[in-house]
Structure formats: structure tokens, C-alpha cells
């Protein structure tokens, strides 16, 4: 199929592109990567009156340090974070988890902010943006604001951007020195979006104890489920092979996964119990220098 007619704008600058989607509003989409937006446009079940091609915009092309934190602007292409050396140093959770995307030639035309934008519950960044407690900037026309993962991300597809609002950037915090992390999936075909995804990170005190302990799941629901309160309790514990089955078992009964035709709930909730386990003893193993 081919998409329902259209109107194509390519602005040279962030200041144009704002302005063109706060004079189409709804009837507007944003093109970046179009890994996403194109094959739904092809389907007809996107059909915006105006596209906005975002992909000339260069000041939303930066991975850069800022004070505990790591700053990807929206156009930053999935291949980039998957071989970025300051990333891989501060924060290499993401390149790791960013080489899982798809297949080469959607990490070559995927970018951060369309991900994020298009919200799939089932999706690398959500998930991220969720477990490291990430900070994600908008702009409009009228102004600029930021908003915390676990508010952005509303519904399947959903989030608390307007349609006048363009994601320009994430901020991510820097995992610190012996900071351990892991991410798991399981999926049908390598590239396919994950049936059920497990993130995870650990710091150990020094006296071998969880200082903190950080856990989320994808693929469960409308949007990732963070497991705060699971991962809160175990504060001042240690992680060893009993306590990792323990909460791999209460993060299988802390989430309500539906059936459909990928999968049944049941075989989910064994999904996230066996990923949950294996990526805390990574997570584990990453703290003492390699991983499980």
C-alpha cells in the first residue's frame, strides 16, 4: 500500500520545524528515522496531512557529558549509541542495549527520539528511559520543558508530549564506578521486538550489602513496569543465588501480562521470572568487574 496524500516540509532549524507543527497541530507528524512512522503511513494507519522531515536539524545531533549525567539529543542514531566510546564509558548499559534494536539498517535510520516518541510499550528505550530514571526534554514554540520517563509514557503509543511538542533530547544518569546493570529479552526472531524484556541495575555497598537496586519490565503492558517497590525491600540485603529467585518470583507476580497471539500470560509471567533472574546475577557479576 501506499501512504494517503500529504504535505512534505523540510526545515532547516529546530525553530522552523516548532513552528510548522504548532500551525498543523494534530494533522502534523515528525519524520526522523521513519523506522516506525513510514511502514504505519504505508498501512494507513497513520495518515498525517503534514510531515515534518526533522532530519536536517543538527543541533539535535550530540551525545554529550554534562555533571552525572549524559545528555543524547532525539536525532542520535541507534548505531551511534551502539558505538559511542563516551557512552561506553559512562553509561554502557545503552550502547549494549542499543546494538539489540532490530537489524543494522534500522539502527543506521533509527534515532533515540523517535523511539521515545512513538512510545512502543514493547521497545529498548522506554524501558531504559524508565529503569535509569531518565529526564526527557521537549520543545514548542512556545517554550521548552522537561519531563521525568515515568510521567512521559502514558498508554500503548501514548505519552505526555502535545502535538505541538517535539522530543529534542534524553538525559540519563551515569552509572557509577562498579555499578552493575544487564538487560535481558526474549523475542521470536533476532530483530523482533521483545515478547518480555528485564532491566537491571546494582550497587553493592562496601560492605558487600545492595545499596541500590533498580528493576523494570517491558512487554508486559501499556507502557514498562518499574519495580520500585520490589527492589526498595531488598535495600541493605545481600544478592546472593536465594535472593535472586526470590525476586525474580515477586517480580513474575508484581505485573499483570495479557494473552495475545505472541504469547500467553502465563508463559510471561515464567518469561519474567527466568529474565529477572539471569540479569541480576549479570548485574551482579558486572559489580565485581565481568559480567555473570
Not at 513510514?38 to 551525545?63: C, K, S, T, W, Y
Not at 558505538?83 to 534500522?106: E, K, M, W
Not at 526474549?186 to 537491571?200: E, Q
Request: with cysteine; proline share 5%; glycine share 10%.
Amino acid at each position: 500500500m501506499k501512504p494517503a496524500a500529504f504535505t512534505y516540509h523540510a526545515p532547516q532549524t529546530l525553530d522552523d520545524a516548532l513552528a510548522l507543527l504548532g500551525t498543523h497541530g494534530d494533522a502534523a507528524r515528525p519524520l526522523a528515522g521513519g523506522q516506525s512512522l513510514v511502514p504505519m503511513m504505508n498501512m494507513r494507519v497513520a495518515r498525517p496531512g503534514h510531515l515534518v522531515d526533522i532530519n536536517a536539524l543538527h543541533e539535535l545531533q550530540f551525545i554529550r557529558e554534562t555533571p552525572g549525567m549524559v545528555e543524547i539529543g532525539a536525532l542520535v542514531r541507534h548505531c551511534e549509541i551502539e558505538h559511542s566510546p563516551l557512552l561506553q564509558r559512562l553509561c554502557p548499559i545503552l550502547p549494549v542495549v542499543a546494538a539489540s534494536i532490530g537489524h543494522l539498517a534500522i539502527r543506521e535510520r533509527g534515532t533515540t527520539g523517535g523511539s521515545l516518541a512513538n512510545a512502543d510499550p514493547a521497545a529498548q528505550w522506554p524501558l531504559l528511559a524508565l529503569l535509569l530514571d531518565a529526564r526527557i526534554d521537549l520543545a514548542s514554540s512556545s517554550g521548552r520543558r522537561s519531563v521525568t520517563a515515568e510521567k512521559f509514557f502514558i498508554g500503548v503509543f501514548t505519552t505526555a508530549a502535545q502535538a505541538n511538542e517535539l522530543v529534542t533530547a534524553i538525559a540519563l544518569p551515569q552509572l557509577g564506578a562498579g555499578e552493575g546493570w544487564a538487560y535481558r529479552s526474549f523475542t521470536r526472531r533476532h530483530g523482533d521486538y521483545a515478547i518480555i524484556a528485564v532491566g537491571a541495575t546494582v550497587k553493592l555497598a562496601t560492605n558487600g550489602v545492595i545499596e541500590r537496586l533498580r528493576l523494570a519490565v517491558g512487554g508486559v503492558g501499556g507502557v514498562p513496569v518499574l519495580l520500585d517497590a520490589i527492589a526498595s525491600e531488598w535495600s541493605g540485603h545481600t544478592l546472593d543465588a536465594d535472593a535472586t529467585r526470590e525476586i525474580g518470583r515477586r517480580a513474575a507476580a508484581a505485573v499483570e501480562p495479557g494473552d495475545d497471539v505472541h504469547a500467553s500470560a502465563v508463559f510471561r509471567r515464567e518469561l519474567i521470572e527466568v529474565l529477572t533472574v539471569d540479569a541480576l546475577a549479570d548485574a551482579l557479576g558486572r559489580t565485581q568487574g565481568s559480567p555473570a
